[in-house]
């Protein structure tokens, strides 16, 4: 979809009520959701992933009490960790509550007949959703061992990343860990091929902030950005790896000034992985 036409939709949306705004934001993201399957597969690369480096890192999810920050539309990573990684729960918070019992209902069909499990029609008890919660006003989030996000951090403000992963730092229990997956790019590339996938770097913050709306909010924070931030968290960071340009996907001709002082690696660095502990 061409990038001006979605920008204007959702333009259009910010000026409506916010109830009606979601409303149709829902209606509009439904018409185009890939199927459940489709959607479930895309997602159990990261989950994959994720367990793999967890235990790399000699971590494991198995009796462990998991946070996720942006649940999205389905419970693909909870549902995972509790009935194929022993999790003892995930508690899964998004700022939105875009889980619609309709779809849950046909999520929980497909995993009850491909893992030969009986789901309810509802979440389980083990997987606790908090829609429409911003973790940093969770009073007590104490004996917690894991963070993990998929594709949430990038659409976090800057002040709320630093907040949200001091309180992470103090709720986490020794021996914890926070496992992040971030997609920094243009994410309006991804549905306009006409654009480069750091064409946002061309903006000032406030030309960029008169593009962008609520429903595609990107803080277009660099690679070094979140490594200094977790480390000024108190975070040490295990591992991490990140996927460079390749062949033919280029950098705008002229980018802000503001971005200047990174490399073009670290403006490039894509699909980053990071395990973190507390040192
Ligand atoms: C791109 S979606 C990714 C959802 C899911 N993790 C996935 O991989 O499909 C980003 C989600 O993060 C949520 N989100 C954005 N900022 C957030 C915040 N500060 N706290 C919690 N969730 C947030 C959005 O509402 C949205 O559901």
Redesign the pocket.
């Given at each position: 979809m061409n990038h001006r036409l979605k920008s204007l939709v959702f333009k259009l949306l910010q000026q409506l009520p916010t109830k009606w705004g979601d409303y149709i934001y829902h209606r509009f993201q439904n018409a185009i959701a890939k199927s459940i399957e489709a959607e479930y597969t895309s997602?159990m690369d990261?989950v994959n992933r994720f367990v793999k480096l967890a235990a790399e890192q000699g971590f494991a999810f198995a009796g462990k009490r998991v946070v996720?920050?942006?649940?999205?539309?389905?419970p693909?990573?909870p549902y995972e960790l509790v009935f194929d990684h022993q999790a003892a729960e995930v508690l899964t918070?998004?700022?939105?509550a875009?889980f619609q019992a309709g779809r849950i209902r046909e999520y929980n069909r497909f995993i009850s007949s491909r893992k030969g499990i009986s789901l309810p029609n509802h979440l389980p008890r083990s997987v606790r959703y908090f829609p429409q919660t911003?973790?940093l006003e969770m009073a007590d989030l104490s004996d917690l061992d894991v963070l993990v996000?998929?594709?949430?951090l990038e659409?976090?403000s800057p002040a709320?990343l630093k907040s949200?992963h001091q309180q992470a730092y103090s709720y986490l229990k020794h021996g914890g860990f926070v496992i992040h997956q971030i997609s920094p790019s243009d994410h309006r590339a991804y549905s306009d091929h006409s654009l480069s996938l750091w064409d946002f770097l061309r903006y000032s913050q406030g030309m960029w902030d008169s593009i962008q709306t609520r429903f595609d909010y990107h803080n277009r924070w660099r690679l070094p950005q979140y490594i200094d931030m977790f480390k000024h968290c108190g975070f040490r960071v295990r591992y991490l790896s990140y996927k460079s340009a390749r062949p033919g996907q280029k950098l705008p001709e002229r980018i802000h000034e503001d971005f200047r002082i990174f490399s073009e690696e670290e403006l490039t660095a894509g699909n980053i992985m990071v395990v973190l502990d507390k040192g």
């Open positions: 997602q990261t996720e920050i942006g649940s999205g539309w389905l693909v990573l918070f998004d700022i939105n875009h911003n973790i996000s998929r594709n949430v659409h976090v709320d949200i």
